[in-house]
């Protein structure tokens, strides 16, 4: 039974077997000690989630039990009791890491009031750990990191609209994530052990596409040497996600759905017809509305899929889950290239921040394996970075009041290392000046030999 096993460690035979007996009958388990070390013995077999500590427990005294305890079993709840009641063991209990501290002669509802917190806290912990659980055995999103808000909400749209069959438009620019969203609609779908079949209209030319799709009969054209399912036959009860379906060709967008509709179709040089029971999740890094009016995509097309829309934010929308995202690169990169690195040093950590991520999830995934690769120590720093991720200030910002015309403004982000702010200053009034040392120098207050120093520094 969880939480219900108490071990009762105390050297007054009195008031433990006092104490046992209404914890027996609030269904607890119990077992005693009179001594620490036989406390800790009993502790590793009997495993209790509670231990009633009597401060005047031999040898080492209650205090230092409740610290052993602690250290060595984290998850263990410890009462501290003491006979004289003074406000200075309790404080001292609570310091220690008991969970609360009571006088004796123990008051029972006292006792059950601090019991019933215990229960409490336990329950919630273990549902914490069944739900953790339960998210690992779906893998749904696993490798698919985002604790900021826009992350969430979206992680929750997909947990929505995962049981039902509905047609799914997935847009966001490039690398953000787009075919993840679709695996993990399929993953938390009962679809989930049925086939997920992906195919990418822009990967495929035009005019195999039909036949990706449908599949043909042997003959069906030139090189139809054998009979072919198409993609819709092999996702048959599952998932299929259609990828850059904006480049899909206008003409083969209406055949596509007409299937949508009718469920039904013939493979090329087919009579048969075929049915299929299939859900469909199409994605784009064009603006639907936009494709739409560049009679990219058909409307009506659009409308069947648009039961429901996702889209997956860019990476500056959401910067505070680059440190995130970039350890489980590196974890990642680590197996593929037998490397130990432990993380990011904090200056390299607020370049990526503030770096713009034109390339987004892609691009950081690229930026961190080469950090990987190049790096020999076990931490990653900002010269592991690449040199237009690390010279580029956060951002150049307009002119500030009473600034003159056409000089610029470097925004830095509050916390910048001062190094690193240096440093930025330095390139960037050396750029300024087309890369004149000495008018550099003047412009920063500083000798030409200590610029040529730094600049040397910066680059060795
Ligand atoms: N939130 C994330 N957490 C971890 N990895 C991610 C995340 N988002 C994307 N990735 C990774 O980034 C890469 C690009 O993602 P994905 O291929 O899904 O992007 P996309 O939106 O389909 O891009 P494109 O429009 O170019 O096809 C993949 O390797 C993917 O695993
Ligand atoms: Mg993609």
Known sequence: MVGKRLLIADPDEKSR???????????YQTEIAETSAECLTILSRFEPSIVVIDMAIPTTGGLELVRTLRGEHPGIYCILLATRPALEPALEAIKAGAF?????PIEPLRLRIVLEKISDKIGIQAEVRQLRHKLKEYGAFEGFNGNTPVMQEMFHLIEQVAPS???VLISGPSGTGKELVAKAIHNLSPRKREPYVAINCSAIPATLLESELFGHEKGAFTGAIARKAGCFEQAHGGTLFLDEITEMPIELQSKFLRV????????LGGKEEISVDVRVIAASNRDFQEAIRQRRLREDLYYRLNVFQIETPPLSERAEDIPLIARTFIDRFNKTNHKNIRGIDPHAEILLKSYAWPGNVRELKNTIERAVIVCDGDTITVEHLPPHITATPPRIAGPLPGQREGEQTLAIPIGMPLALVERIMIEKTLEAHGGNKTKAAKTLGISLKTIHNKLHRYRH
């Open 17 to 27: 077997q006092a104490l046992a007996v209404l914890l027996a009958r609030w269904g």
């Open 165 to 167: 069959t509905a047609s």
């Open 260 to 267: 949508l509709e009718e469920r039904k179709f013939r493979r």
């Open 100 to 104: 609360d501290y009571l006088d004796k």
